[in-house]
Structure formats: structure tokens, C-alpha cells
């Protein structure tokens, strides 16, 4: 079964630090994988996806992923955090039907001035 | 464009009283789903849509019903609603593989 882990609950991160939130993933066939946040009393929005292609993937806001097949991982990682970057972060996988999306349980990333 | 709105925002309910989540999109998007979020649980699929008069089910659909009578509107309804659907409810519509959510409707339920 398709399946994601967010084995952190929450990050805590001093601004300026660089920042990692990790994903694992277990899937059948290639991957589809996906990062989104969600700030405060919002929705969800899209910061990057791997496909197919360069394992490095920058996104939105300054975020980039680095899928690794070897340890089915794609964490997100950022060289220097901001405050502003404080939110809940998910991790997605494509499931077996098209556009279906299985979830991680998201991580509190908290950037402390 | 507005992209996904979705309304209301917030509902208090009395255990088995009925009513629709609304949803609608300008994206002229295809396919929808409804998800709900709960803590620790991440977003779970309710039910989706491929196009007008298409629906199926996701993964915890038991209690809700959806139609999809044009591209624009999906609707979410609960029939008679239980303190375990107390939940933030979100609407997504999708382009290629990026969803697009709507902002939430907290729905608390007594």
C-alpha cells in the first residue's frame, strides 16, 4: 500500500539556520511525490513536486527537495529560514488512481527570531 | 479568478442535524475532492469527482454525500451529523498534478 511518514511532529529552527523536514515514502512503481503548506487558519498550498528528472527539485518561497530512490526519501529543506516560514508542512504521494493523493501527518515547522 | 472559495467558514451543528458544505471553483478544473483534516491525521479524502456527474469515494466517505451537477460546484453534504465529523473540511480542485485548495469550513459539531 501507498504510504507517507512525517516522523517529526514539529521542527524547531533559529532564523538564518537551514532547515530540513523529513518524508519517507513507500509506493509501487515510480513515485510521484509532492510538498505543500499551509499557514494559519488557510489552506493548503503547492511548493514543489518531483516526477520524473534532476533528484534536486527547487519549488516556491525560496524551498527545494531532494528525492533520494535509495532511501525513498524527499525531504524539504531550506539554506536559511525565516520567521515567515513558520507553518505546517505536508508530504504527499500520488496514490494508485490519477490526481489521488495519500498524506503525511505534517510537521510544525517553528522559526524562532 | 477566485479560484476555490468555499463557504462557510465556520458552522456549529447539533448531533444529526443536516447541511451542505459548499464549494466552487473558475478554474474550469475537472477534478474535485473533498478531504477532512484532523490533528495528527493529516488530510483524508471523503469523496472526488473526474467531471461533472462523476463521483466516487475516498477514503472515509461513510456519513457524507457529494454530487457534481456542473465543472463550477461540488457540494458536500452531511445527512445527519455526528460529534465525529467535528473536523476542518477542505475543497480541492486539480490541475496536471497540483491541487488547489479552497481556504476551510470549520465545522463543529455538539
Known amino acids: 500500500a501507498q504510504s507517507v511518514a512525517q516522523p517529526e511532529d514539529q521542527v524547531n529552527v533559529a532564523e538564518g539556520n537551514p532547515l530540513t523536514v523529513k518524508c519517507t515514502y513507500s509506493?509501487?512503481?515510480?513515485?510521484?511525490l509532492f510538498w505543500y503548506v499551509q499557514y494559519p487558519n488557510r489552506g493548503l498550498q503547492f511548493l514543489l513536486k518531483y516526477i520524473t528528472g534532476d533528484n534536486l527539485v527547487k519549488g516556491s518561497y525560496g524551498f527545494e527537495a531532494e528525492f533520494n530512490k535509495s532511501q525513498t526519501s524527499f525531504h524539504l529543506k531550506k539554506p536559511s529560514a525565516l520567521v515567515s516560514d513558520s507553518a505546517l508542512y505536508f508530504c504527499?504521494?500520488?496514490?494508485?488512481?490519477?490526481?489521488?493523493?495519500?498524506w503525511g501527518a505534517g510537521t510544525k515547522l517553528i522559526i524562532k527570531p | 479568478n477566485a479560484g476555490v472559495t468555499q463557504t462557510p467558514k465556520f458552522q456549529v451543528l447539533k448531533t444529526g442535524q443536516s447541511m451542505t458544505l459548499q464549494c466552487a471553483q473558475d478554474?474550469?478544473?475537472?477534478?474535485m475532492s473533498w478531504y477532512r483534516q484532523d490533528p495528527g491525521m493529516g488530510l483524508r479524502l471523503i469523496h472526488y469527482?473526474?467531471?461533472?456527474?462523476?463521483?466516487d469515494q475516498g477514503e472515509v466517505p461513510n456519513g457524507y454525500n457529494v454530487s457534481r451537477s456542473t465543472t463550477e460546484d461540488f457540494p458536500l453534504r452531511l445527512l445527519s451529523a455526528a460529534p465525529s465529523q467535528t473536523s476542518v473540511y477542505f475543497c480541492a480542485s486539480t490541475q496536471g498534478e497540483t491541487q488547489y485548495f479552497g481556504p476551510g469550513t470549520r465545522l463543529l459539531v455538539l
Open positions: 478554474m474550469n478544473h475537472e477534478y
Open positions: 504527499a504521494v500520488r496514490g494508485h488512481s490519477n490526481y489521488q493523493l495519500i
Open positions: 469527482s473526474v467531471g461533472a456527474g462523476i463521483t
Open positions: 509506493v509501487s512503481g515510480n513515485p510521484y
